[in-house]
């Protein structure tokens, strides 16, 4: 192996122990800093043995040890300096064993996250803390998905673990009925890391994806350790199904397609199933129906249909009924109006467009006029629909979406 | 990127004789560790080869042959495959190098191949609506 592989490899193994490692060390050490800088340290000492010694049979175990081995030499010079570490270092030698079973690494790992998913921290924080510490991404890999610098991103994560610090912040999974609140942080973060990779239409076109795959990659890990949990499998079976589009829907020129324009075929059916089956886990749980999975149902109705006419759109209107009481939005609402109507006739749908139209929130919104020019399209109320159209175009501040607004809008003029 | 790692096939697999209980229990801890990573995709061991069947085409443009197996050469056969999604070569290494020795007796042999996708294979757009269609005729085919 050559110097460069043997760094590559060395990256790859890095990659899928150094959660496991800052999580266990973090149990240790109780301080998530110092508990990345004893990783960091095994890191730099295996760069600079592995490629003269070759690769450990079992990499993994080797850094562990070697990393505890840094964390139980520190806490050693600390006790005599700081109280804070006399009760740890009582202890240290259970950490010399390695006794740790795969169960306690899942449970560290989950304690990591609820820790880097903390509601002290802002939601910028959260999640570049969770894609440094759990994903295992460079600062580099991080700023390049967020379209911003490396010192920007370093400096949140610093300031991110300085205040978890200050805050003390436990390392722990939270118990009761606090569990469901910060929970629900926890799959916020990893959903919002999702669409980050998933909406963008701009941007460096390798990298912005791995925001995606590295948000499914964590609602997979997380669906392992918390299997109980219904809408953990929820989200995975959501970010699936809509991983499963990621190729259908952004056309030659990179402008995005719309669901009912997209070529099925394309779509992964590998990742349909697996999205499908971790839904049947959160059904199976027999608790109702989070936000998470009604969404991760409704996608489903669309992965199964072979095309829009045969879609069951009433199910769907009744999933968006659903949805719409545990998470009351007009946004939700809208979309329930494009379901009813596909089921049942754009008058119906019309009815709950029109009742919206009084929502003060929706007001600048330019996809309600835009529903309700289309439905009107199709009641040939083309007049009405005409200025529908004109207004969905003067509160877009997308220039695409606005000349297509307008091109509709004249569609209207000829034909009436 | 999606990497196949397929496990070759070989007199024993061939004959249908099971692995042993500490090679099962190996492999399964194995396929655990690749879910609670995140990173395993589809798992399958393959029937041997005696109920198999091959189709060939030994003349350009002419009737396909139909032959059942067994076959010969069990080294040139499957049989198995794990699909993982890693982020580089060197971690679907990583992680082929963790999968146990998958037969033991000297005969184990796990080959990598990276899954295409078909931006990979070309940036001719017209092709791919052309490779597109065709999948799509097969979907019809396969459904009717």
């Known amino acids: 192996m050559t110097l460069s592989e043997t760094h590559r490899t060395i990256d ?32 730099v000492i295996a760069l600079d043995h592995w490629p003269k010694t070759g690769i450990p049979d079992n990499p993994g175990a080797w ?19 700081d109280q804070k570490y006399i009760e740890i270092a009582q202890h240290i030698d259970m950490f010399t064993e390695d006794h740790i079973f795969d169960g306690e690494i899942g449970d560290d790992l989950l304690r990591l996250l609820f820790m880097t998913c903390h509601p002290v921290l802002s939601q910028d924080a959260r999640v570049a803390l969770t894609l440094r510490l759990l994903c295992g991404l460079t600062t580099d890999e991080i700023a390049r998905s967020f379209l911003t610098s490396e010192s920007t991103i370093a400096q949140r994560i610093v300031r991110a673990k300085k205040t978890l610090n200050t805050k003390k912040v436990p390392f722990e999974v939270p118990t009761g009925a606090n569990l469901q609140v910060r929970l629900s942080t926890v799959l916020e973060v990893i959903y919002l890391m999702f669409n980050e990779g998933y909406s963008a239409t701009s941007g460096d076109h390798l990298i912005r994806p791995l925001l995606c795959q590295e948000a499914l990659r964590l609602g997979r890990v997380l669906a392992e350790v918390a299997s109980d949990e219904p809408e953990i499998h929820g989200l995975v079976a959501l970010m699936e199904i809509q991983s499963s589009r990621l190729k259908a829907r952004i056309n030659a020129e990179g402008e995005p397609i719309l669901l009912a324009n997209q070529n099925r075929v394309q779509w992964d059916r590998l990742l349909i199933q697996r999205g499908l089956a971790a839904l049947g886990r959160s059904q199976k749980l027999g608790r109702t129906l989070g936000p998470y999975s009604l969404q991760a149902a409704i996608a489903a109705c669309h992965a199964e249909a072979p095309t829009v006419q045969e879609t069951n759109w009433p199910r769907i209107a009744a999933l ?26 754009p008058a119906f749908g019309l009815q709950i467009v029109d009742e919206l139209n009084a929502n003060p929130s929706l007001k600048n919104y330019h996809l309600l006029p835009s529903v309700r020019g289309d439905l009107l399209v199709k009641l040939g109320r083309f007049e009405e629909a005409y200025a529908a159209f004109k207004r969905a175009a003067s509160l877009t501040h997308n ?18 | 990127m999606r990497f196949m790692l397929i496990v070759k096939a070989t007199i024993d697999s061939e004959a249908g004789k099971m692995p042993s209980k500490e090679l099962i229990d190996a492999m399964q801890k194995y396929n655990e560790e690749l879910v609670k990573a995140g990173v395993l995709l589809a798992a399958d061991g393959l029937q041997p080869s005696s109920n198999g069947i091959r189709i060939s085409y030994p003349e350009p443009g002419g009737k396909p042959k139909i032959i059942d197996g067994p076959f010969t050469e069990a080294k040139e056969m499957i049989a198995g495959y794990t699909l993982i999604e890693v982020k580089s070569r060197e971690e679907a290494i990583e992680w082929a190098l963790r999968m146990p020795d998958p037969h033991g007796f000297g005969q184990g042999e796990i080959e990598l191949r990276q899954v295409s996708e078909i931006e ?11 490779e597109t269609l065709l999948r799509e005729k097969v979907e019809e085919k396969t459904k009717s």
């Open chain 1, 63 to 81: 850094l562990m040890t070697t990393a505890k081995r840094r964390a139980i030499d520190h806490m050693r010079r600390r006790k005599r300096q």
């Open chain 1, 12 to 43: 790859a193994i890095w990659r899928i122990e150094s959660a496991k490692l800052v999580a266990a060390l973090t149990r240790m050490v109780r301080d998530l800093s110092l508990a990345e800088d004893f990783a960091q340290d095994a890191l």
């Open chain 2, 120 to 130: 990979d294979l070309t940036n001719d757009f017209e092709w791919i609506e052309k």
């Open chain 1, 320 to 345: 968006y009924e659903a949805l719409f009481r545990v998470m009351p939005s007009p946004i939700v609402e809208l979309n329930r109006a494009v379901a009813i109507s596909m089921a049942f006739g």
């Open chain 1, 399 to 416: 220039e695409r979406e606005r000349e297509l607004y307008l091109l509709r809008a004249s569609e209207c003029k000829t034909d009436s």
